[in-house]
């Protein structure tokens, strides 16, 4: 066990969850590591988990190993948006109230050098077989994560010296819906599309390769291609879809995975495509804690 993780990256996605994305503002330069030691003492890791974005940890002065921007795959048959973020926090609960009343705090703590550019809500949905949320689309999503110890491998760095281990990446895709497409289709077509029987969440043998979980089959890549995925479906008025959020110990599974969904390994797309696409894309890095607070040791904090 990695005591210095985020509990909140290895712990069941929770009811009611809020992400905010902020941007670095011109009073960054001046402003970032004293607005980041104010964030500190308020991020348990638990109740809300924390990320920071490739631009942050440069205008530090600081490297983490394998942090990088959200590529831009330019030959994908589709639109992958990149989008980068100065700062992602994931706040955790099953009080929408109480995650409104956090998020200010944290908004306070973080100006005048990060302005909030956008606030998402998710929430927990349904629950299949194997006691995982479902994505709106009535899967369930979550069965073939990594357990316990698998999970921590996947997820969670372990090298690099204090201040890196227990630190995690987090790849951040928001998906949007188009629910009146996936309600066109048929029953069968649907289970062709994710790769699996909605009914009972059994993998269907003879799926097309364009299904999901075949584009996605953790073991079939080289290096085998874990991620711990803690996805969470969103709604803002009649628009919804799928926050997607896949954590690793490297950036590399993910982007295997995305761009074989994408067509670039055998021009076979991912069949969500047909009534899902993603609007945003990024990276970011979510330091370790210790002592019940973030460490930002790592970024020289
Ligand atoms: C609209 C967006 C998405 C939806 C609705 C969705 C839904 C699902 C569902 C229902 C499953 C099967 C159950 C499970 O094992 O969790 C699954 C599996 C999986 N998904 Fe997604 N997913 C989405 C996007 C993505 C993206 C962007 C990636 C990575 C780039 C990804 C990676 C995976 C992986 C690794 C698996 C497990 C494959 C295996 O090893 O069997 N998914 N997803």
């Known amino acids: ?4 993780a985020q509990p909140g990256i290895l712990a069941p996605a929770p009811r009611v969850g809020r992400y905010l994305f902020f941007s670095l503002t011109a009073a960054a330069p001046d402003a970032l590591g004293a607005a980041l030691q104010r964030l500190a003492p308020l991020v348990d890791g638990a109740t809300v988990v924390v990320g920071l974005g490739a631009d942050t940890v440069r205008m530090l002065g600081a490297k983490v190993p394998g942090l990088r921007a959200f590529p831009v795959l330019d030959n994908a048959a589709m639109a992958l948006p990149s989008t980068p973020i100065a700062l992602w926090c994931w706040l955790r609960g099953d009080d929408a109230g109480d995650i409104l009343l956090a998020s200010r ?3 306070r703590a973080l100006a005048p050098a990060f302005a909030l550019d956008r606030v998402l809500d998710g929430f927990r949905h349904g629950e299949g077989p194997n006691g995982h949320g479902r994505d709106l689309t009535g899967y369930e999503d979550g069965t073939e994560n990594p357990r316990d110890a698998e999970a921590e491998a996947a997820a969670l760095v372990v090298d ?3 201040g890196l281990v227990g630190g995690s990446f987090a790849a951040l ?3 949007e819906h188009d ?3 996936f309600e066109r289709m048929t029953p069968q077509r649907q289970d062709d599309m994710v790769g699996r029987r909605r009914s009972d969440n059994e993998e269907l043998d003879d799926a097309p390769p ?10 079939s890549f080289t290096p085998e291609a ?5 996805s969470m ?3 803002e008025g009649m628009r919804s879809g799928l926050m997607f959020v896949a954590f690793g110990c490297s950036l590399d599974a993910f982007e295997a995975q995305l761009r074989r969904m994408a067509g670039l390994d055998d021009g076979v797309v991912d069949a969500l495509f047909q009534m899902s696409r993603p609007v945003t894309g990024a990276y970011v890095w979510c330091p370790p804690v210790q002592g019940g607070q973030l460490d930002l040791r790592a970024v020289g904090l």
């Open 179 to 181: 629910l009146d497409a």
């Open 226 to 230: 874990f991620v711990l995925r803690r």
């Open 1 to 4: 066990m990695v005591n210095a």
């Open 105 to 107: 705090a944290l908004v």
């Open 173 to 175: 895709q928001q998906w």
């Open 160 to 162: 690099g010296g204090a």
């Open 210 to 219: 364009s299904a999901h979980v075949k584009r996605t089959a953790q073991e």
């Open 233 to 235: 479906p969103w709604a």
